[in-house]
Every structure is written in structure tokens, then in C-alpha cells.
Nanobody, 117 residues
């Protein structure tokens, strides 16, 4: 079955960096676009970044452009989110996502990122 496992979250000071990882299994990884979403307390889940199957196309939320970078290693079936210049407003649970079809949408368990001094 499809499984997405995130890791790499934690507590970091403003201006710091974190690298999130999402290990995928159960589907042909290189065939699908992968995305990172986040959900802060009391807010709706929002798209942070996405990357095409072969990694040539990426997109970012305006709020993270220039600070976050999404990448993937298809040999390792892993997608990454490098987060630099972190701000308190980046505090959220970060989720890995793949939509195999319009109806088959999968999420990881999430990893907490807290940006605080």
C-alpha cells in the first residue's frame, strides 16, 4: 500500500534551517508529482511546494519563495524540503502528499516544525 513517512522536523530559532524528508513506498515514485503542505494551528492546510515526477518543474507558495527548496531523489524514493531563513510564521505541521488520481490522495503522518527563540 502507499506509505509516506516524513522526518526532519524540530525546534529551530528564527533565521535557522531545517531539511524535511519524505520516504515513499507502494507506488512508482518517479511517475508522480510530490508536494509538501503545512497546517498551522487554527488554519487550513496549505500547499507549500510541489515537484514533478522527474524533478524538472517546481512550484512554491509565495510565502516561501526564495527560502524553501523542494527536491527529490527518485532512486531513494524520497522528496525533500530544504527550509532556510525560517520565520515564526513557518511554524506548522508539515505533510508530504501524493495524488495518484483525483480520488486517490495520500498523506504522511506529518512532522512538526516550530520556529521560536
Amino acid at each position: 500500500q502507499v506509505k509516506l513517512v516524513e522526518s526532519g522536523g524540530g525546534l529551530v530559532q528564527p533565521g535557522g534551517s531545517l531539511r524535511l524528508s519524505c520516504a515513499a513506498s507502494g507506488f512508482t515514485f518517479s511517475n508522480y508529482r510530490m508536494s509538501w503542505y503545512r497546517q498551522a494551528p487554527g488554519k487550513e492546510r496549505e500547499l507549500v511546494a510541489g515537484i514533478s515526477g522527474v524533478g524538472r518543474s517546481t512550484n512554491y507558495a509565495d510565502s516561501v519563495k526564495g527560502r524553501f527548496t523542494i527536491s527529490r531523489d527518485n532512486a531513494k524514493k524520497t522528496v525533500y524540503l530544504q527550509m532556510n531563513s525560517l520565520k515564526p510564521e513557518d511554524t506548522a505541521v508539515y505533510y508530504c502528499n501524493v495524488a495518484l488520481t483525483a480520488a486517490w490522495n495520500y498523506w504522511g503522518q506529518g512532522t512538526q516544525v516550530t520556529v521560536s527563540s
